[in-house]
């Protein structure tokens, strides 16, 4: 069975501060993993997408990096802000027709100004 | 362009009652879930559907129904409202082609009292 686990649970760092947010899973089996964020109250916001047969997909200040043989993934913020304060989610989809997102429980993110 | 709509945004129930939880898409997407998610907990899936008139269980199907009958209607049945199925529930959808990124409702806050 797909487990993805999110390690720290929860950051906080100053702002201006580089930060790495580390997700893993269990079976490398998968067509690809998504990044989201949450902010409270809300719903899920995609950031990035990385297909099985990418390394890495960059968008802004955010860069997801992929190593499927190892089963993890890390999402670089560069130069963070206030405004970046969120839950990130992880998400794996298996390759397996008509099987869906599988998450991580989330890193809740809080930069201080 | 509306994306994931959800309906109602909050609703209290009282233990027994049902109700019907609304989700249309409009962007003609096959695949569409059911996801609750508890504090702590992740996002864990209760229903899918691969396209109309196809539904299959998740991970925590106990408790609810759904049904397909369009390409862009996918609505979650609770018939016996407990505390237990107090929850925030989102409904997200994604095509059929696996490089694609999934897009998340706005999520409906149920309390069962």
């Known amino acids: 069975k797909q487990e993805v686990t999110q390690i720290p649970a929860a950051l906080s760092v100053p702002e201006g501060e580089n930060l790495v947010l580390n997700c893993s899973f269990t079976?490398?089996?998968?067509?690809?993993l998504q990044w989201f964020r949450q902010d409270p109250g809300k719903g899920l916001t995609s950031l990035l997408l990385?297909?099985?047969?990418?390394r890495e997909q960059t968008s802004g200040r955010l860069n997801a990096s992929l190593d499927k043989s190892s089963g993890r993934s890390t999402l670089y913020i560069a130069a963070s802000q206030p405004g970046d304060s969120a839950t990130y989610l992880c998400?794996?989809?298996?390759?397996?027709?008509?099987?869906?997102?599988?998450f991580g429980k989330g890193t809740t993110l809080s930069v201080s100004s | 362009n509306a994306g994931v709509t959800q309906t109602p945004k909050f609703r209290i129930l009282k233990i027994g009652q049902s109700m019907t939880l609304q989700c249309t898409q409009d962007?003609?997407?096959?695949?569409m879930y059911w996801y609750r998610q508890d504090p702590g907990m992740g996002l864990k899936l209760i229903y899918y559907?691969?396209?109309?008139?196809?539904?299959d269980k998740g991970e925590v199907p106990n408790g609810y129904n759904v049904s397909r009958s369009t390409t862009e209607d996918f609505p979650l049945r609770l018939e016996l409202a407990a505390p237990s199925q107090t929850s925030v529930y989102f409904c997200?959808?994604?095509?059929?082609?696996?490089?694609?990124?999934?897009?998340f409702g706005q999520g409906t806050r149920l309390t069962v009292v």
């Open positions: 559907s691969v396209g109309a008139g196809i539904t």
């Open positions: 079976d490398s089996a998968i067509y690809n």
């Open positions: 998400a794996v989809r298996p390759n397996q027709a008509g099987t869906a997102l599988i």
């Open positions: 997200a959808s994604t095509t059929g082609s696996v490089n694609t990124e999934a897009f």
């Open positions: 990385i297909q099985s047969s990418q």
């Open positions: 962007m003609n997407h096959n695949y």
